[in-house]
């Protein structure tokens, strides 16, 4: 199996150029190069954003230690096992067009006999037993007007007693159907479903592409979240833990009440169960991620995923909300899919409409024949006048003709119903992209509303503190301003990711992820 030549995209979307060449028909490390998976149809491919190659254990080690999220995206792409079994969906739609389009076929067609009978002589001089031998070769095809072709060979060797006799016959046989059967749209019908089915299979795997870089970029995101709420629960930690030793030591010098000791223990102990749940969260994504990518988390030499945990905030600037639900119209998966398959349903209208006319058929037979008295040798006696010809009408017509009645009533019913759910798709996907544009345009406002939030509680802590110092504020005034302080920082890291996950939903509702992020399904 060849592989696709490495398309340069453009890195206008924030990935860079592409450099490395994926077969969805089998991903590099996946070939499918065994006979049973090859078809004459041609194999889907990725062509994705420029990330090195990973050709060793070692080497994915290394990556895994510092991951972005544009190689996570690719490591997907190359060993997601789900993927790889939605890769094969192509191939199989693709074999069923060959099996339509060899409807069509030339057949080619052997058939040879024997037959003897003994019996009583009847009256003098007729002979008891008769034997003969009989070859017939011929190539027949079906055409898409309607038209059945036939040529044949035939030679038969009969003797009875005394008499032999070898008969040697070139034959044609064309049918016309002139009612059903006749019209070449709904003969082509089942074969341009077929190939439809084919397109929609492509449709449905750029969807399920779109997902799973989806799933990976939030969960990365995720990931990395979860990785910074570790870290600012560590970091809190250590401040409750100095604030209790703070305390004790003026509760020693007799500075603090004893009492004042049962806060700054509490304190500590919530910031504990707050750390524990935070690494259980974080050990959970990352088995998730992981899973995403293909990898075993046994395979992490060092235990923890290595990713980006300070992305900055990108500089992007929406267009008006009509463009990209326009864009969501025309780009969408399944808006696409849908449309293909109200296609599919005109074809079947076509095809069961012609499927009510009585079938009406012209015949016509014409040979050529040579005999002789010997074994063989009729075909050199061809050119003798003997001939057969013969033509003829065939009516068929199934009484009330009930079965093509009720199939078109049927496909005319679905075709209704796939132009509803088509307009209904379109008013789905219009309400996606409104939500999801909404949610993009609130997630970058909250990014400089958490930050102000976070440098606010900066400042009433530092004053709490001072009260603290001075003797005029409380250790539990102190540890409230520090637990706002922590809901704060946190509140401020999940904007940023939340923007980060609002854009890639966006372009994923309107069906623009993968070109976005340098990713293009070709056929080669």
Do not use: C
């Amino acid at each position: 199996m060849m592989y696709p030549e490495i398309l340069p995209l453009s890195s206008k979307y924030g990935f860079r150029r592409a450099a490395l060449g994926l077969a969805l028909a089998g991903i590099l490390s996946f070939p499918l190069a065994a006979a049973e998976y090859e078809t004459k149809e041609s194999s889907p491919w990725l062509a994705i954003a420029e990330v090195p190659a990973v050709d060793t254990d070692s080497e994915l080690l290394e990556l895994t230690r510092s991951l972005s999220v544009e190689q996570a995206v690719v490591l997907a792409l190359r060993h997601n096992r789900e993927l790889r079994m939605q890769q094969l969906e192509p191939i199989r739609a693709g074999a069923f067009v060959e099996m339509e389009k060899a409807r069509f076929d030339s057949t080619l067609y052997l058939e040879g006999g024997y037959a003897r009978e003994e019996g009583e002589a009847l009256m003098p001089g007729t002979p008891e037993d008769t034997e003969g031998y009989s070859l017939e070769a011929g190539i027949e095809r079906q055409f898409t007007t309607g038209t059945r072709v036939v040529g044949s060979l035939q030679q038969e060797f009969g003797s009875a007693g005394d008499f032999e006799q070898d008969q040697f016959r070139l034959g044609l046989s064309v049918t016309q159907a002139l009612l059903q059967g006749r019209d070449r749209g709904a003969n082509l019908a089942r074969l341009e479903q077929a190939q439809l089915d084919s397109s929609i299979s492509r449709y449905e795997l750029q969807g399920y592409a779109e997902a799973l870089v989806a799933r990976v970029e939030s969960t990365y995101w995720d990931y990395s979240l979860a990785q910074q709420q570790v870290s600012i629960y560590e970091q809190s930690l250590e401040i409750a833990r100095q604030q209790h030793r703070e305390t004790r030591d003026r509760v020693d010098v007799g500075s603090l009440a004893p009492t004042e000791l049962a806060a700054t223990r509490a304190e500590v102990a919530r910031h504990e169960q707050d750390l524990i749940d935070a690494r259980s969260m974080r050990d959970k994504l990352q088995i998730s991620l992981l899973q995403m990518l293909g990898i075993s988390p046994t395979e992490l030499a060092s235990g923890t995923l290595g990713v980006d945990q300070s992305p900055g905030v990108p500089t992007i600037v929406l267009d008006d909300i009509t463009t990209h639900v326009e864009l969501g119209w025309q780009q969408r998966p399944e808006i696409r899919q849908t449309q293909l398959q109200w296609e599919k349903g005109e074809l079947e209208v076509t095809r069961t409409r012609s499927g009510l006319l009585p079938r009406l058929d012209l015949f016509a037979n014409l040979g050529k024949s040579g005999y002789s008295d010997s074994f063989g040798s009729g075909v050199s006696e061809i050119g003798d006048s003997a001939y057969d010809f013969n033509v003829g009408l065939r009516f068929e017509l199934p009484l009330g003709n009930r079965g093509a009645n009720a199939a078109h009533r049927v496909a005319r019913v679905s075709q209704h119903q796939a132009d509803l759910s088509l307009e209904n798709l379109r008013r789905l996907v219009e309400a996606d992209i409104y939500r999801a544009y909404l949610e993009v345009q609130r997630s970058r406002e909250q990014i400089d509303a958490s930050r102000v939030t976070r440098e606010r509680q900066e400042e009433v802590l530092r004053a709490e503190e001072e009260r603290f110092a001075a003797g005029t504020s409380t250790s539990i005034q102190v540890a409230r301003a520090q637990r706002d302080l922590i809901t704060a920082r946190l509140g401020e890291v999940q904007a940023v990711v939340a923007y980060y996950q609002s854009l890639t939903d966006l372009y994923r509702l309107e069906g623009t992820l993968l070109q976005r992020r340098g990713i293009e399904i070709t056929t080669s």
